[in-house]
């Protein structure tokens, strides 16, 4: 490979967040082994710090080294460098010396955010979750519109089975992004694993109001990507409500038209896989019997 396709696919990556571990550390070695870096001007930091992460991902602890210690005297006082010191202690030092570290720079800037949030995962990975929940929210606290955090905080709610607070968390995140189908659908399957069966089906419809306005008919066009598991919660709440009653914690009314929803769900799923295309047709035997078992509805 070329030095100049290893530095494009390497400020591709960076483009778009990729995080492809070995394949930085075999090209950005390349750059490395011929100096080519010092030429990219700017650019070459970024590219020290993608390289130096990547090596810490893989094991490659030297290498690390090599790249944090030339962005440290290019960097002396840097927050964002800092942050990767951390990151680098975390492979090797211990936890309680990393998060002495930590203490550290939060005392000497209680706004450092990333190293805030370094310390909080810090705390979770060992184990420490009330501690992690707790320091979490004081953090969201002050940056309230940090919506990675918010859904790291219900995470760590489920993680712990209070489904209730998880709720609560996401609650924030679809304040802050109502636009967003994905956080909707999760607050869905929370209702949902919450047992608040009115609630998870009314969020499900939410999510298939969001990304099939351009469907016109039931049988029109096969449901894809994300309309397929919201259409999961649609068919798999009605079913529940139909069958059993299901009081909603969130005072959320049951539909009056269930069965038409039901059998609208029912009539989506069946045209979606009943494509031939390789990725709906797995399994779809064993999908189109347990919606005959359903009555068909």
């Not at 936890?95 to 805030?116: C, G, H, M, Q, R």
């Not at 992690?132 to 940056?143: I, K, M, S």
């Not at 309230?144 to 918010?150: K, L, P, R, S, V």
Request: hydrophobic share 40%.
């Amino acid at each position: 490979m070329s030095i100049a396709s290893a530095l494009e696919t390497l400020a591709n990556y960076r483009a778009h967040n990729t995080r492809a571990s070995r394949s930085v550390v075999e090209q950005g070695s390349l750059v490395l082994k011929s100096n080519a870096e010092r030429k990219l001007g700017d650019d070459e930091w970024p590219f020290l710090e993608q390289l130096c992460l990547a090596a810490i991902d893989i094991g490659d602890l030297e290498l690390a080294d090599k790249c944090l210690q030339r962005l440290l005297d290019k960097f002396p006082a840097s927050p964002r460098v800092e942050v990767l010191t951390g990151i680098r202690m975390e492979a090797s030092e211990s936890p309680a010396t990393v998060l002495k570290f930590y203490d550290d720079l939060l005392e000497a800037d209680s706004a450092n955010a990333a190293i805030w949030k370094r310390r909080i995962s810090l705390k979770r990975r060992t184990g420490k979750i009330e501690k992690a929940v707790e320091e979490l929210c004081e953090y969201l606290d002050t940056f309230y519109n940090d919506i990675e955090a918010w859904l790291e905080l219900a995470d760590m709610y489920s993680a712990c089975n209070q489904y209730t607070q998880a709720l609560q968390a996401l609650s924030h995140v679809l304040l802050l992004a109502p636009q967003n189908p994905f956080h909707t659908l999760r607050f869905a399957e929370t209702a949902f694993t919450a047992n608040d069966i009115p609630l998870a089906l009314k969020m499900s419809l939410i999510v298939v109001d969001m990304t099939e306005t351009d469907v016109t008919g039931p049988h029109e066009t096969a449901a894809a990507g994300i309309s397929i598991r919201a259409w999961w919660g649609v068919k798999l709440c009605a079913r529940k409500l139909l069958d059993t009653s299901h009081p909603s914690a969130s005072g959320t009314s049951i539909p009056k038209n269930l069965a038409l929803i039901d059998e609208l769900a029912t009539e989506r799923m069946m045209t979606t896989y009943s494509v031939t295309d390789k990725q709906t047709a797995q399994g779809r035997d064993a999908v189109l019997g347990w919606m005959s078992d359903t009555g068909a509805r």
